[in-house]
């Protein structure tokens, strides 16, 4: 069985910064892809970023050039490098894994909140 646990979320003001981790732990074989969604209330949960195992990266149009997604292998951990805070970004996020063990499978945070402040 594979468990993601999340931390770093968390208040701040507009403008401001947050990192979030994300730790994969289990029997992992390999981790493909790795990725940060959010959902704010009333609202669908949307991609933020993803990264491949290759380390190439896709952003949401709406946090490219505040946010950074990064992985360490080693760690089977995602971090999400949140700047230039909106209150518009105020959601609960979500990390998710697509993991290899003795199949392939999605595997999901269990969530962390995120709230900007204006």
């Known amino acids: 069985q594979v468990q993601l646990v999340e931390s770093g979320g968390g208040l701040v003001q507009a403008g401001g910064s947050l990192r979030l981790s994300c730790a994969a732990s289990?029997?992992?074989?390999?981790?493909?892809?790795m990725g940060w969604y959010r959902q704010a209330p009333g609202k669908q949960r949307e991609l933020v970023a993803s990264?491949?195992?290759?380390?190439?990266?896709n952003y949401a149009d709406s946090v490219k050039g505040r946010f950074t997604i990064s992985r360490d292998n080693a760690k089977n951990t995602v971090y999400l490098q949140m700047n230039s805070l909106k209150p518009e970004d105020t959601a609960v996020y979500y990390c998710?894994?697509?993991?290899?063990?003795?199949?392939?499978?999605?595997?999901w945070g269990q969530g962390a909140q995120v709230t900007v402040s204006s």
């Open positions: 289990g029997s992992i074989f390999s981790i493909n892809l």
């Open positions: 998710n894994m697509v993991v290899k063990t003795t199949y392939l499978g999605n595997y």
């Open positions: 990264i491949t195992s290759g380390g190439s990266t």
